[in-house]
C-alpha cells in the first residue's frame, strides 16, 4: 500500500484539496485533485470579512473526498496540513471560542492604523530594521493596531491570536500551534531570531499576552479529532501536520533549483512574489530602500522577495467585465491582449491605489493620463497593459535583488498557477533577459504536501524534496516575446516608478 498525503491550499478567492502519492525509485510525487472551491470575501459594516465556517465546510468536503479516494485506491492517507495566504488572523477566547470574523487584508481601513504605528516607532525605518518586512497597509501589526483601536474589549477576552491555517489546524485536531512561515509574514517577528517582537508590541501599546509559542514548517500537530475522522469518514490515525502554512513558503519550498547557484524564484498567482532564498536575513539600507521582505521559509531559510501586484490586476479587469454583464474568461482577455498594440501604455503594478477592489480600468486609465502615455480602452489594451508592466517590474525587482545581494541572478524559476499565462511567460522572459523556467503550476500545494512526508520522516530536507518536484513534474523553458521595444520599454518603466 502506498502513502499519500492531503494538501489544503487555500488561496484568497478559490481553495483546493489535493492528494499526493510519493513512490518509485527514485521517489516521485502523484498528484490527484479531490476538491475545488470558490469563496469570496464578504462585505459587512465594519469591512470585508472572511466565511470563515464556509471554508470550514469545504476542508470537510475536500478530506471527506480524499479519505474515499484513497480507499478506493489502495493508499493510506498519513496526514493533512493546510496552507494559507498570509497575514489575515483571528483571536480565540479561553475555552477556543473564535472572537469575531478574520478580516479580508484587502480593507483600505488599515491606511490609518498604519500611518499611526509609522508615527510612534518614528518611521518605517524603525519598525523595518526589527522585523525586515516590506511596508504594506494590510500586514497582521497594522491589522491588529486597527482592531485593537476600535474593539480593545475582544483582546480582553482573548486567549490567542491565530493565523488562518493555525485556526484550521486547531479545528481539525485540537492541538493549537503558531506555524513559523505564516507567523512571519505578520511583521511581528523579529527578523534575525524569527520569535515574536514582544518589545514592538509593548512598544505600541499592543497585548503579547495572546502569543503563542512558534513551530517549525513540518511539525507533527496531533491526530484528526474524533468528530472529524466520523463526519468525514477518515481514519483517526490520520496525522495533522504543519506545512509550511504560508502560501508562499509552500511554493518556494516547491522550486525544482536543484543543480543552479544563482538563481531566483517567482511565485506567480493573484500575487508575484519575486526573490532568493537565504541563510540569513539581509535589512541593509538597499533593502530598506526598495524595500525588500524577509519571510521564514521551509528548513531555516529566509526567502528575501518582494511583493508584486501579480495578476490581480487582470482578475481586477475581469471581474469588472462580469459585473458588466461581459462575460469574458481569461484566456480571451490574453488572446485580445496578444493581438493588442506592444510597449503602448506602462504602469507601475505596485502604485497603492491598485491593491484595493473595484474600477481598475479606470485607475489605470487614471495612471496613463497621469503619466501622459495613451489611455488604454479595449480590454486587448488593458491587459496586454498589466502582463508588460508585470513583466518589467520583474526585470526591475531582479536588478534591486542583484543590488542588495551584491552578484547576478542567471536563472528565474516561475512556479504556480500563473504559468498558465503563456502571454506573461513570453513578457516575462523578454523583459528579464535572463533564462527563464516555468514549472510546477501545483507548486504550492506540492510544497505543502512534501513538507509534510519531511514531517513524518519520508523526506530529509529541501535539497531531497527539490530532487523530488523536479523528477516529477514538467518543466518549460520560455521562449521570449519577439517584440522590439523591450529595450524602450525597460527604460520608460525605470523613468515611471522613480517619478
Ligand atoms: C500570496 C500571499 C503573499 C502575501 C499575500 C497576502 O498568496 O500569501 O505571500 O503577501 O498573499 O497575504
Redesign the pocket.
Known amino acids: 500500500m502506498s502513502f499519500a498525503h492531503l494538501a489544503i491550499d487555500l488561496?484568497?478567492s478559490s481553495g483546493r484539496a489535493i492528494v499526493g502519492l510519493l513512490d518509485g525509485s527514485p521517489l516521485k510525487l502523484r498528484l490527484e485533485e479531490v476538491h475545488r472551491f470558490e469563496h469570496l470575501p464578504c462585505p459587512t459594516p465594519v469591512g470585508p470579512v472572511w466565511d470563515l465556517t464556509g471554508i470550514w465546510l469545504e476542508i470537510l468536503t475536500g478530506l471527506g473526498a480524499a479519505a474515499k479516494w484513497c480507499r478506493e485506491n489502495g493508499a493510506e492517507l498519513k496526514s493533512v496540513g493546510v496552507d494559507?495566504?498570509?497575514?489575515?488572523w483571528a483571536l480565540l477566547g479561553k475555552s477556543g471560542e473564535v472572537l469575531g470574523l478574520p478580516h479580508c487584508?484587502r480593507d483600505p481601513q488599515n491606511e490609518a492604523a498604519c500611518q499611526r504605528v509609522l508615527e510612534q516607532m518614528g518611521g518605517f525605518e524603525k519598525l523595518y530594521e526589527r522585523t525586515g518586512i516590506q511596508l504594506?497597509p494590510?500586514n497582521t501589526l497594522f491589522q491588529v493596531a486597527a482592531r485593537y483601536h476600535t474593539e480593545p474589549k475582544l483582546f480582553d477576552a482573548a486567549e490567542r491570536l491565530v493565523f488562518l491555517p493555525d485556526l484550521f489546524h486547531n479545528w481539525l485536531s485540537g492541538e493549537l500551534q503558531t506555524e513559523r512561515t505564516i507567523a512571519s509574514?505578520s511583521s511581528m517577528l523579529d527578523v534575525e531570531t524569527g520569535e515574536w517582537d514582544t518589545e514592538l508590541l509593548e512598544k505600541l501599546g499592543l497585548p503579547t499576552d495572546i502569543l503563542g509559542s512558534i513551530v517549525e514548517p513540518g511539525t507533527v500537530l496531533g491526530t484528526l479529532r474524533a468528530e472529524i475522522a466520523q463526519t468525514t469518514n477518515a481514519s483517526a490515525k490520520i496525522q495533522v501536520i504543519a506545512p509550511a502554512a504560508?502560501?508562499?513558503g509552500s511554493a518556494v519550498a516547491a522550486v525544482p533549483a536543484t543543480v543552479e547557484t544563482n538563481w531566483a524564484y517567482l511565485?506567480s498567482?493573484?500575487?508575484s512574489?519575486l526573490g532568493v532564498e537565504l541563510a540569513k536575513p539581509i535589512t541593509s539600507e538597499v533593502a530598506l530602500s526598495i524595500p525588500l521582505?524577509n519571510?521564514r521559509g521551509v528548513d531555516g531559510t529566509i526567502r528575501l522577495?518582494k511583493?508584486i501586484a501579480?495578476l490581480w490586476l487582470v482578475q481586477e479587469l475581469r471581474r469588472e467585465l462580469q459585473q458588466a454583464g461581459e462575460s469574458q474568461d481569461f484566456a480571451q482577455m490574453v488572446e485580445e491582449a496578444r493581438r493588442a498594440e506592444p510597449g503602448r501604455t506602462i504602469i507601475d503594478p505596485n502604485y497603492a491605489e491598485f491593491a484595493s477592489p473595484g474600477n481598475m480600468s479606470e485607475k489605470i486609465r487614471q495612471f496613463a493620463k497621469k503619466t501622459r502615455q495613451p489611455e488604454p480602452e479595449t480590454i486587448g489594451q488593458l491587459v496586454r497593459c498589466a502582463l508588460e508592466s508585470l513583466a518589467l517590474c520583474y526585470d526591475h525587482t531582479l536588478q534591486q535583488l542583484e543590488s542588495v545581494l551584491g552578484k547576478s541572478i542567471g536563472v528565474l524559476h516561475i512556479v504556480g498557477g500563473g504559468i498558465q499565462n503563456d502571454l506573461l511567460n513570453e513578457f516575462a522572459t523578454a523583459a528579464v533577459g535572463r533564462s527563464v523556467i516555468t514549472g510546477p503550476v501545483e507548486a504550492?500545494a506540492i510544497g505543502n504536501l512534501l513538507v509534510q512526508a519531511m514531517g513524518s520522516g519520508e523526506l530529509s530536507g529541501l535539497p531531497e524534496l527539490r530532487e523530488i518536484v523536479a523528477n516529477s513534474f514538467p518543466r518549460n523553458v520560455v521562449k521570449p516575446d519577439a517584440a522590439d521595444h523591450w529595450a524602450d520599454s525597460r527604460g520608460k518603466f525605470a523613468e515611471l516608478i522613480t517619478k
Do not use: K, R
Not at 494559507?84 to 489575515?88: F, L, R, S, Y
Open positions: 488561496g484568497a494559507t495566504w498570509g497575514v489575515d487584508y504594506m494590510f509574514t504560508h502560501d508562499t511565485s498567482g493573484t500575487w512574489l521582505t519571510e522577495l511583493n501579480g504550492t
